[in-house]
């Protein structure tokens, strides 16, 4: 796989983001949509690499849906997805496949994505160096590449 970075979402904004302007909507209905000829290959890939790797593991993410920006204040909404899903999805050889039936069913490139929202930082020193992380050898994606600080805030669910 080529090493690439891709925004997403990119919001214009005339002020600073902070807690106090920003609108988190969670709700299923941000959730992926279910692809029936993809989600049963998905499941599939999934006991192939746990096979491979046992030390993957299948986690709970929070799905960026969308991010808008109405009178100054950040709105994002979220729904659920998982880590399985995210590999057989976004990271998957179907994935400009399913892009464009998304944009065939729903006019929505990501509805069938598993889009899961990252967190990530440039660390930068008091002496001007950036910190990097080396990805574990068990990662199912980009294992061993060289990354920033980072992950994906995994939700408790009851």
């Known amino acids: ?91 998957s050889e179907n994935a400009k496949c399913l892009a464009l039936d998304g944009v065939r069913d729903f006019q929505d490139s990501q509805a069938y994505m598993s889009d899961p929202l990252g967190v990530g930082a440039i660390v930068l020193t008091v002496d001007e160096k950036v910190v990097l992380l080396k990805r574990s050898c068990h990662c199912a994606e980009a294992p061993g590449f060289w990354d920033i600080p980072g992950g994906h805030p995994e939700p408790q669910v009851m």
């Open 1 to 91: 796989m080529e090493n690439e970075s891709i925004v997403l979402l990119s919001v214009p904004c005339t002020q600073n983001i902070n807690e106090s302007n920003t609108q988190i909507v969670m709700h299923e209905k941000f959730n992926r949509h279910a692809h029936l000829a993809n989600d049963l290959q998905i499941d599939t890939n999934w006991d192939e690499r746990v096979r491979e790797n046992p030390k993957i593991f299948n986690g709970t993410k929070f799905r960026l849906s969308s991010v808008s920006l109405s009178e100054d204040v950040l709105f994002l909404n979220l729904g659920l997805t998982c880590y399985k899903d995210f590999l057989g999805t976004n990271w």
